[in-house]
């Protein structure tokens, strides 16, 4: 857990808010500052706005009002943007390429590297998550955890300082899962999680912040916002199992 | 409709290669003037890959059952698109099905794609009359359907009918493409019904699909 | 759905090693020759041509069965009527019916050329990956688009395949048969939903690639695809071989006419 060293946010979105034609005021005016080195979870019901607000720091969307800057520079939408780096909620969205290798190597050939810079950066990406065995395979015959990897690795390869996950966890096994916490609560970018699995959240996140109704309702620590019961229940979220107080044992033991 | 390798003279292949280049070329240029052209890229690809996987599905016609084409209904969803997917799409079923044919690959996609545009053209005049109106929309879509497999068809039986047979005399060749085509009736009907009721579909659930 | 038409690409045969770009434009050079022949006489050298280049390449003689029952099925379907429509000298009776001889012949044309392309087709696909022959079109000047597009269908093919089994079971789950009118309607909502679903996914893809900056890197694009492929001169041999036996068929195809 780095402690803030810099003056500049890593994302700084100031007064947002969004409409899509479809549905008004998606996004309320909202504020919000990341700083570099922070892990903040966003939790929230579904059709909180989450995916939008990712959809606009990444430049996707264009906003109604407000501005969102990373690392101090404004976003403009449309533009590429390596800085930042989006994991998709599902990664056959996002695994577009026939063989890993290839899908791996999409982002960093799009930069303009060399092709030996391309292949070494393939090959760091490749090894930093683990899946090296499966660089030749196609998508289709990864299981959801190994499709998640290599989703990560090709965003990784970008070198990105901040990254972004939508729901990682949506259709892992415990013991991807469990390598997916290990490996995020090594990594060194600053980070955006949003899942509906808290206990993960309570796991890999410094900071956690809930979203309702396209409003920061909530901002501050896991624990305290996860463990109060009354907040949670309001906003259709329940309280995760490990923050309730095991004073009395009420797991069968034997 | 899909005209195997083997059957047709070279020359007729060649030929073939030389239309559905043109048509290609056409089709590409006017991709590349639209608004987004590289946007209309994914989109076109998966539609023919689930086209591919669409005209898998049996449509059971007692006593047998009935794979569709669906070529009327591809210039509808795709537009200008339709013709380098259904080449792709060929292509796709000539290595990996063997259906259809290598050489005869330019011939199939010329017979199969241009009526294809031909049936996005038709369908577009939808536009003069109401977008919004599904009676429209379930008759055009059932001209398009049925229009484009019934010229795919009728080309398709045409240059068989006069390339194949060296022995056959020229009343036989025009009798055997009536029979063929009159046979295939059913067949145009069904396509344009299925396209029809596929458009409406799109109408109500993703009105942007409809390229028309 | 077999989609494995690169199952034994990992094989190690002159033919596999082959610079693909030259083997592209060999085969098809001489595929086209083999399409060229209208004479009996030039059968046999036909099917021996593709029989030794098949046993070159090692690949499994079950594995070329296989992929031509189907389509065997239907030329037969389509071809057997020649016999008894083409031509005029008479074979024999089959009741009404008069087996001719032309039509015979014609028959035996088609089937042999029919069955010698095919194999070259089999070979030609079987002895690279996929992916490298599409990398090797690109080097021979197909559109980047048409390439791209290639790609594409081939990655979603097995997933979108994948969801209409599954929509399919579950229709049938619920008691779905299909035999009347309105068979015809839930089928076409079960094709109208496989379009919407590709469609939703098609534009999250894109963005998931603008993301990654498709796009940006144009300009580089021609010279990656340039470093993929390094010939050596018996790629070229091989090369000039097969256009030589092209080149033989078709002046034995004009000297025999």
């Known amino acids: 857990m780095k402690q803030n060293t810099q003056n500049e946010p890593a994302l700084d979105i100031y007064n947002l808010s969004f409409s899509y034609p479809q549905r008004s005021s998606v996004i309320k005016n909202m504020n919000l500052k990341v700083w570099p080195g922070e892990r903040v979870g966003i939790i929230g019901p579904n059709g909180a706005g989450k995916t939008t607000v990712f959809m606009l720091i990444c430049g996707v969307l264009k906003t109604v009002s407000g501005s969102i800057s990373l690392f101090g520079q404004e976003v403009v939408p449309g533009k590429f943007c390596p800085e930042v780096g989006l994991v998709f909620q599902n990664p056959d969205d996002q695994l577009f390429c026939p063989c890993v290798e290839d899908d791996v190597a999409f982002g960093p050939k799009n930069l303009g590297l060399s092709a030996k810079d391309v292949e070494s ?118 309280k995760p199992h490990s923050l309730v107080p095991h004073t009395e044992p009420h797991h069968s033991v034997g | 409709m899909h005209i195997p390798d083997g059957v047709l003279p070279t020359a007729v292949c060649l030929g073939g290669y030389a239309t559905a280049g043109a048509a290609a070329w056409f089709s590409l240029r006017k991709i590349s003037r639209q608004e987004n052209p590289r946007e209309g890229m994914p989109k076109a690809s998966l539609l023919t890959a689930a086209f591919l996987v669409a005209s898998w599905i049996h449509i059971p016609i007692p006593p047998a059952s009935v794979h569709l084409m669906l070529n009327g209904l591809l210039g509808v969803v795709l537009g200008y698109y339709a013709f380098p997917a259904i080449l792709i799409g060929l292509f796709f079923q000539a290595i990996m099905f063997q259906h259809g044919g290598l050489t005869t690959l330019g011939v199939n996609a010329t017979v199969i794609g241009v009526p294809a545009l031909l049936a996005f053209y038709l369908f577009r005049l939808r536009n003069i009359l109401g977008r919004e109106n599904r009676v429209l929309t379930g008759l055009f879509g059932f001209l398009a359907g049925g229009g484009g497999i019934a010229l795919a068809a009728v080309a398709a039986f045409f240059i068989l009918v006069t390339t194949i047979p060296a022995h056959l005399d020229v009343e036989a060749e025009q009798a055997s493409i009536y029979a063929l085509t009159l046979a295939h009736i059913p067949v145009m009907i069904l396509e344009g019904v299925f396209t029809a009721v596929v458009a409406v579909f799109l109408q109500r659930v993703k009105p942007e699909l409809l390229e028309g | 759905m077999k989609l494995q038409l690169d199952r034994y690409a990992y094989l190690e045969t002159p033919l596999h090693s082959w610079d693909p770009r030259y083997k592209l434009v060999g085969f098809m050079t001489l595929i086209f020759a083999f399409s060229f022949v209208d004479n009996l006489q030039l059968l046999p050298f036909m099917v021996a041509v593709s029989g030794v280049l098949y046993a070159v390449s090692q690949l499994p003689l079950s594995f070329l069965l296989a992929r031509m029952r189907l389509p065997g099925f239907f030329l037969l379907m389509m071809g057997v009527l020649l016999p008894f429509i083409s031509g005029s000298t008479v074979l024999f009776h089959l009741g009404p019916l008069s087996v001719k001889q032309e039509g015979c012949l014609d028959l035996l044309l088609i089937a042999v050329k029919f069955v010698s392309i095919l194999t070259m087709g089999i070979i030609l696909f079987g002895t690279s990956p996929f992916l490298t022959n599409v990398k090797a079109m690109c080097a021979l000047g197909l559109p980047s688009i048409l390439a791209d597009m290639i790609l594409f269908t081939y990655r979603y093919l097995y997933d979108i395949s994948d969801n209409l089994k599954t929509m399919q079971t579950a229709m049938r789950l619920r008691g779905f048969q299909g035999h009347n009118i309105k068979g015809l309607v839930t089928l076409a909502s079960l094709a109208g939903t496989i379009l ?60 025999i006419r």
């Open chain 1, 121 to 238: 950066r393939v090959k760091e990406s490749l090894a930093l998550t683990g899946i090296q065995e499966f660089a030749a395979y196609p998508p289709h015959h990864l299981s959801g955890g190994q499709k998640r990897m290599v989703a990560i690795a090709g965003v990784l390869a970008m070198h990105p300082e901040l990254v972004i996950y939508d729901e990682p966890t949506s259709n892992l096994d415990s013991s991807y899962r469990r390598r997916l916490i290990n490996f995020l609560q090594q990594s060194q970018e600053t980070m955006l999680v949003a899942s509906h699995d808290l206990e993960f959240i309570l796991e890999v996140c410094d900071r956690v912040i809930l979203l309702d109704e396209g409003c920061i309702v909530s901002d501050g620590q896991p624990a305290e916002i996860m463990g109060n019961v009354a907040l949670m229940q309001a906003h259709g979220l329940e």
């Open chain 3, 196 to 255: 919407v679903r590709s469609y939703e996914q098609s534009d999250r893809v894109y963005k998931a690639m603008t993301l990654r900056g498709y796009g940006q890197a144009d300009v580089n694009r021609g010279g990656q695809h340039e470093e993929e492929f390094e010939a050596y001169s018996r790629d070229l041999w091989g090369l000039i071989i097969l256009l030589l036996v092209a080149a033989a068929f078709v002046v034995g195809q004009i000297l």
